[in-house]
Nanobody
Framework: QVQLVESGGGLVQAGGSLRLSCAAS????????RGWFRQAPGKQRELVAV???????NYADSGKGRFTLSRNNAKNTVYLQMNSLKPEDTGVYYC?????????WGQGTQVTVSS
């Protein structure tokens, strides 16, 4: 089992920045990839960015050039730095971990970008 705890959401004006954090605990040795997803009101949850065990990162087109996913292995934490935020980035952001035992989710953190 893997437990994920997110932090760092909030309200920001368009053009601003936020950094989300996701700390993992439990069977972290089994994690193959970690990522961030988001869900806007009335829409399906979508991938924002993912990082593999080897350190390869992939971003959704919507965040390329604005979002950076990084990790601190010593703290078992991944970070999503979001710059130049837009109102359409508003949503609940969920941390995700993928392991052979299953896919795990954090509780979500709200990001609201005002115009």
């Amino acid at each position: 089992q893997v437990q994920l705890v997110e932090s760092g959401g909030g309200l920001v004006q368009a053009g601003g920045s936020l950094r989300l954090s996701c700390a993992a605990s439990g069977s972290i040795f089994s994690i193959n990839a970690r990522g961030w997803f988001r869900q806007a009101p009335g829409k399906q949850r979508e991938l924002v960015a993912v990082i593999t065990r080897a350190g390869t990162t992939n971003y959704a087109d919507s965040g390329k050039g604005r979002f950076t996913l990084s990790r601190n292995n010593a703290k078992n934490t991944v970070y999503l730095q979001m710059n130049s935020l837009k109102p359409e980035d508003t949503g609940v952001y969920y941390c995700n971990a993928m392991a052979p035992s299953g896919t795990y989710w954090g509780q979500g953190t709200q990001v609201t970008v005002s115009s």
